[in-house]
């Protein structure tokens, strides 16, 4: 297992990084440069084979509220990949983008799957 000696660190390259490249500056202020029509046209890729082949321990943190990461994406997920639901965390109130909805429990979440709490 890898020893992280500095998580915050980690958080907030991981934070500023997401920040940086999925917000845009308009003229009514900050906004995600997301789609609202993504969720008529998205297509998730079969990650059966990628899935199958990790050779190290999978851990999951996802928002419960997420159109994206559905149950039924999660539940074939757990069962291809063979992830314990030990690894899996659902971030309650949060959607897709888990650390802007809640970052204080993401952050819990992560240090609780690496074995800081």
Known sequence: MI????????????????LLSSFKETEQGWMLKSDGKIMKTYKSKDLTDILMSIKCPINIVYGLMSQIFTQEILEYTLYVGNI?????????????HLFVDDPLSVIDALKKLIGEN
């Open 84 to 96: 314990p639901s030990e690894r899996v965390i659902g971030v309650p109130g949060t959607m897709h």
């Open 3 to 18: 020893k992280i000696n500095n998580f915050f660190l980690i958080i907030s390259i991981l934070i500023s990084s997401f």
